[in-house]
């Protein structure tokens, strides 16, 4: 009796779409493990984790260019090494503008990546125009540095060129004297 089943054919050609398949999903589960992710927390107008005396914003003027600063925690095989911290993300990125008080315009991201059981990075990142406050320096309690606490007034010069400022404080009856005004009693 002769056999009349036909041979299953193995071909080389009928195996290698599988291989190029299981390599392409591979390859597309690895990037996906591998990559980060990045999501946009929210957009500021102004934001500062520094006490600032708002009567003083007047005097306030934006950077040239935008600062960037982070908070990150490394996490090793399963275990972070500490938690990520918006306030210091905000804290190091307005110092890294020297004698910035603020930023203003800016957006805070949160980062993360993670290559299972082996290593991965989680972030708060901050991005904005640092806020300095001109001319002098506030002190912590909101006076300016070299000013009595009841010296309210700024008596302002200008140059022979009319082009720079000089700020001096002065008390209330220095500037009742200067505008000419009548003596308080």
Avoid: W
């Avoid at 914003?57 to 911290?85: Q, Y």
């Avoid at 300016?144 to 209330?172: C, F, H, M, N, W």
């Amino acid at each position: 009796m002769t056999n009349t089943r036909p041979e299953p054919s193995r071909s080389i050609a009928t195996s290698k779409p599988t291989v190029a398949r299981s390599l392409r999903l591979l390859a597309l589960a690895g990037i996906t493990v591998l990559s980060g992710c990045t999501t946009r927390l929210t957009d500021f107008t102004v934001i500062s984790t520094k006490n600032i005396d708002f009567t003083q914003l007047s005097r306030a003027r934006r950077g040239a260019t935008r600062v960037r600063g982070e908070d990150v925690a490394h996490i090793i095989i399963l275990f972070p090494t500490k938690i990520p911290n918006l306030k210091e993300a905000i804290d190091r990125t307005i110092e890294a503008s020297p004698g910035a008080v603020g930023l203003v315009d800016g957006v805070v991201y949160q980062r993360a990546f993670y290559i299972p059981y082996i290593y991965g990075q989680t972030a708060y990142v901050v991005e904005g125009t640092p806020l300095h406050l001109d001319a002098h320096k506030t002190s912590a309690t909101g006076n300016r540095q070299g000013a009595r606490s009841g010296d309210r007034y700024l008596a302002a010069t200008l140059d022979p060129e009319g082009k720079s400022v000089r700020l001096k404080p002065i008390d209330a009856q220095e500037f009742t004297r200067l505008a000419g005004l009548p003596p308080r009693h």
